[in-house]
């Protein structure tokens, strides 16, 4: 029944007459609009000021305001809906309580990975050629020119991740409107890179500047935020901001030291191999791994309403345990928001913010190729040492609650595409076949959870301020030094580890 309703929306969506080229004449479309605008304020002209709500009127009462917080600008599906056209009533610009960029915060260490991911383009800048080259496995195609994005569809992605990637996107255009440079991207929504460097090593090869959400250390795919930050509706996980809102509440459950002192993971063990392994490692009759592992059937919750599912409820061990899936785990974030130390299995994959995170800092570094002996260490040097657990787990947390909070999460994109813009040597133009999008265009039609998810993930009003102030790019010895420290402090826990388990044998 889920599959249908997916499908369903996903027709709704792109194939719906919504989308034509061809509009209805412009001047039928600011009568219609000014009409619709109108009506309500001539019944409420009495309490409320027009100047806020009147769409003709929004950009000259955000200048006039102090505050952009203070005005809303809601879905406008009255408009949409007679007229299937984008309205025009939100702001084309704004002005930031604070524009002075001396004053405003710096952002978080990790976005200094944005110029290494774009550092193959570097010299050579971006062509059309090579953002064609990227169409091969891409979802959609994305343009935004004049403050305005347009799409170009060309495969469905998995459930509805190529529609809530879009909204993310859109919603940064609500955040930071007119903020954004004209740019072309092409978007893959599946999980692993394809664009593999060794492909590409001559200075005039030209990789295809391809996003997605994850990457490795082999390929030069361009990591960006997954669609879940704006809410996985197949899941019943709600919007970033809720969560993190939701797991703050669910932290102060628990004190950590009253959390059941065993290392617990919840998820699909079906999905690859190394996660069928980690099931080898739960509590048995003859042995006891220090873990407590359970299987999550999406099914099965489907039909109890997701009972066992919400991420904030799953804060009730001193340990948590984060495993890598097919490629990159959504979970990641989820996982290390608790409180508890993060027990994180040697990863193959990182996503935008991961390379921020140091071991023994944010997590305790657990080995992929001996996970049981592994992790029964881990909570064991734990319990052992409670003290430094603990801190490891609330510095992780508060990475995810401070550095990774949804503002964040907005500057980061806003600068990685500032940047990624800045290499065009060309200047985007529409595709043919390419369809406005707007918040209505694409909520109004929806239903259910998505829309729902839509409404509640919705940006109403422009920033306060200005993005953060982006980190300057690392110097070579720098960056090698920044990943030496990070080997060398996961290399120290195995030699603890080794040192463990030979006074095991020892003591046999």
């Not at 509805?160 to 930071?176: D, E, K, N, V």
């Not at 066992?308 to 490629?327: F, L, M, P």
């Not at 996982?335 to 023994?360: E, K, N, V, Y």
């Not at 306060?464 to 102030?469: A, D, E, M, Q």
């Amino acid at each position: 029944m889920k599959g249908n309703s997916e499908e369903k929306l996903m027709k709704t969506y792109w194939m719906r007459s919504a989308f034509q080229k061809n509009k209805a004449s412009s001047k039928s479309t600011l009568i219609a609009s000014l009409f619709f605008c109108l009506l309500p304020l001539l019944f409420l002209a009495a309490w409320i000021d027009l100047a806020k709500y009147a769409c003709f009127s929004s950009q000259k009462a955000l200048q006039n305001n102090p505050s952009n917080s203070d005005l809303q600008f809601p879905l406008n599906c009255s408009i949409w809906n007679q007229t299937n056209t984008c309205p025009e009533y939100y702001p084309t610009s704004y002005k930031p309580s604070n524009p002075n960029p001396l004053l405003n915060p710096k952002c978080p260490e990790f976005f200094r990975w944005i110029h290494e991911d774009l550092r193959p383009w570097r010299e050579t800048g971006i062509t059309t050629e090579m953002v064609e080259k990227a169409r091969k496995t891409a979802h959609f195609r994305l343009v935004i020119l004049d403050g305005k994005i347009y799409v170009e569809k060309f495969r469905q992605s998995i459930q509805t991740r190529a529609l809530f990637t879009m909204w993310g996107i859109l919603q940064l255009m609500r955040w930071y409107p007119g903020k954004l440079p004209d740019l072309e991207l092409m978007f893959d929504c599946d999980d692993r890179p394809v664009i593999q460097a060794k492909h590409f090593r001559r200075p005039d090869s030209g990789p295809p500047p391809l996003f997605r959400y994850c990457s490795d250390w082999k390929s030069l795919d361009i990591v960006f935020p997954d669609w879940s930050f704006w809410g996985w509706a197949e899941t019943n996980i709600k919007p970033w901001r809720i969560v993190l809102k939701d797991m703050r509440e669910g932290n102060k459950k628990t004190k950590w030291e009253d959390r059941v002192p065993y290392a617990y993971w919840r998820g699909n063990p079906n999905v690859c191999p190394w996660r069928a392994d980690l099931m080898k490692c739960n509590v048995t009759d003859k042995n006891d791994w220090n873990t407590r592992l359970y299987v999550q059937d999406w099914g099965k919750e489907a039909k109890i309403g997701y009972k066992q599912s919400n991420v904030a409820d799953q804060c009730t061990h001193r340990y948590k345990i984060y495993i890598e899936g097919w490629a990159w785990s959504v979970s990641e974030k989820y996982i290390l928001a608790c409180d508890s130390p993060t027990l994180l299995m040697t990863p193959r994959w990182h996503d935008f913010f991961i390379r921020g995170m140091i071991p023994q800092q944010h997590y305790w570094p657990v080995r992929d190729n001996d996970k049981c002996k592994s992790l029964k260490f881990a909570v064991d040097y734990g319990n052992n040492h409670t003290q430094k657990a603990k801190a490891i787990g609330e510095a992780g947390s508060s990475f995810i609650h401070n550095d990774l909070k949804m503002e964040n999460v907005y500057d980061y994109i806003f600068h990685l595409l500032n940047e990624y813009a800045k290499l065009f040597k060309y200047k985007p133009t529409i595709p043919p076949n390419a369809m406005e999008l707007c918040a209505e265009a694409m909520a109004c039609p929806s239903y259910g959870i998505w829309k729902e998810f839509m409404e509640l993930s919705l940006e109403k009003s422009p920033s306060n301020s200005i993005p953060c102030t982006m980190p300057p790019p690392y110097e070579p010895q720098e960056l090698k030094s920044f990943i030496d420290a990070k080997v060398k402090s996961t290399k120290e826990v195995e030699g603890w580890e080794n040192e463990y388990w030979e006074k095991q044998i020892k003591n046999k």
